[in-house]
């Protein structure tokens, strides 16, 4: 039962996904070897800090489904090398090919990456408001990455998905149902899930957050994200979850840190307007709860003050 021990090591020991740590799979330019996560289903685990050169942007997760008939890949990575070191892991698990390719949403580290499948042939799937994102960042999120990850970006260029969809994407492979669904307004313009029915598991994306602080963007509407999670993500009573960033998990982990944070956010900013107060006081409201999430320093003052400009005027 070595995806058990694998699964059960993963969610035990969190400290594994710290941004403190720079790589962890120094023989590849991934930030981390591929897991087994439950039977046929694998994720290359990325870290928790934001990009850096060390960890070459891949800080989401690279997962991959082999069904018995072709293997679908969810994201494209953050980089033409990402996407090239990932498809080389696969080919050390199965010699199926890789026949499709699912952008979780339209950020750089979901979709950079499709510059690399294309030249497979491989037909990639996204949400199309997500297409419609990279197509109008795309160029500003590969200018960040080359700053960022130098040489490690070389050859990676924008390539838009192949096919899009507004609800959701049905595939049966194999011995897979496979399900690209659209729920609703969450982090990101776009953000989807990938939900195995049978397996009882979900690749959620940016649905879902655990062990770094999640970001609320100026598009990112706190309150549209809770209702999405309330009537379409916690319904489908996954058993496990890999989310966009962190160690596969569970139902339980993901809400504490995502959905009960941002209600717990709501209820802070609210009683300080509640109090009359302003902005600038906005951005200091106790979160002290979430101080031990990677990402708390970098995210956790600007949460609050785009939460309180949303609320402000509630």
């Given at each position: 039962?070595?995806?058990?021990?694998a699964?059960?090591?993963?969610?035990a020991f969190?400290?594994l996904?710290?941004e403190?740590i720079?790589?962890?799979?120094?023989?590849?330019v991934?930030?981390?070897?591929?897991?087994?996560?439950?039977?046929?289903?694998?994720?290359?685990?990325?870290?928790?800090?934001?990009?850096?050169?060390?960890n070459?942007g891949?800080?989401?997760n690279?997962?991959?489904?082999?069904?018995?008939?072709?293997?679908?890949?969810?994201?494209?990575?953050?980089s033409?090398?990402?996407?090239?070191?990932?498809?080389?892991?696969?080919?050390?698990?199965?010699?199926?090919?890789?026949?499709?390719?699912?952008?979780?949403?339209?950020?750089?580290?979901?979709?950079l990456?499709?510059?690399?499948?294309?030249?497979?042939?491989?037909e990639?799937?996204?949400?199309?408001d997500?297409?419609?994102?990279?197509?109008?960042?795309?160029?500003?999120?590969l200018?960040?990455?080359?700053?960022?990850?130098?040489e490690?970006?070389d050859?990676?260029?924008i390539?838009?998905?192949?096919?899009?969809?507004?609800d959701?994407?049905?595939?049966e492979?194999g011995?897979?149902?496979?399900e690209?669904?659209?729920?609703?307004?969450?982090?990101?313009?776009?953000?989807?899930?990938?939900?195995?029915?049978?397996?009882?598991m979900?690749?959620?994306?940016?649905m879902a957050?655990?062990e770094?602080?999640?970001?609320i963007?100026?598009?990112?509407?706190?309150?549209?994200?809770?209702?999405?999670?309330?009537?379409?993500?916690?319904?489908?009573?996954?058993?496990?979850?890999?989310?966009?960033?962190?160690?596969?998990?569970?139902?339980?982990?993901?809400r504490?840190?995502?959905?009960?944070?941002?209600?717990?956010?709501?209820?802070?900013i609210?009683?300080?307007?509640?109090?009359?107060?302003?902005?600038?006081?906005?951005?200091y409201?106790d979160?002290?709860?979430?101080?031990?999430?990677?990402?708390?320093?970098?995210l956790?003052?600007?949460n609050?003050?785009?939460?309180?400009?949303?609320?402000?005027?509630?």
């Open positions: 039962m070595r995806y058990i021990s699964f059960c090591a993963l969610a969190p400290a996904a710290s403190d720079a790589d962890q799979y120094p023989a590849s991934l930030y981390s070897k591929p897991v087994e996560v439950i039977p046929h289903v694998f994720s290359a685990i990325g870290a928790t800090a934001p990009p850096t050169y060390e070459a891949h800080n989401n690279l997962s991959f489904i082999v069904t018995g008939d072709g293997v679908v890949v969810v994201n494209g990575g953050a033409y090398q990402l996407a090239e070191a990932l498809h080389q892991e696969i080919k050390v698990v199965t010699d199926q090919p890789v026949k499709l390719v699912i952008n979780e949403n339209g950020q750089g580290h979901a979709m990456g499709n510059s690399y499948w294309a030249d497979q042939g491989v990639i799937v996204a949400h199309v997500a297409a419609a994102e990279f197509k109008e960042y795309g160029p500003q999120s200018s960040a990455a080359q700053a960022t990850v130098k490690r970006a050859n990676t260029r390539v838009l998905p192949t096919t899009t969809f507004e959701s994407y049905i595939v492979m011995d897979m149902q496979i690209a669904r659209y729920l609703g307004p969450a982090h990101s313009p776009g953000d989807i899930v990938v939900w195995l029915p049978e397996q009882s979900v690749i959620a994306g940016d957050f655990h770094r602080m999640l970001p963007f100026a598009h990112t509407i706190a309150a549209d994200w809770i209702e999405t999670w309330d009537t379409k993500f916690e319904p489908l009573g996954a058993t496990y979850v890999i989310p966009g960033h962190g160690h596969p998990t569970n139902m339980d982990q993901v504490r840190y995502t959905r009960d944070y941002l209600l717990y956010l709501r209820e802070k609210g009683a300080h307007i509640d109090d009359g107060g302003d902005l600038a006081d906005a951005y409201v979160q002290t709860p979430y101080k031990n999430l990677d990402t708390f320093e970098e956790a003052t600007k609050a003050g785009r939460v309180y400009e949303q609320m402000e005027f509630e």
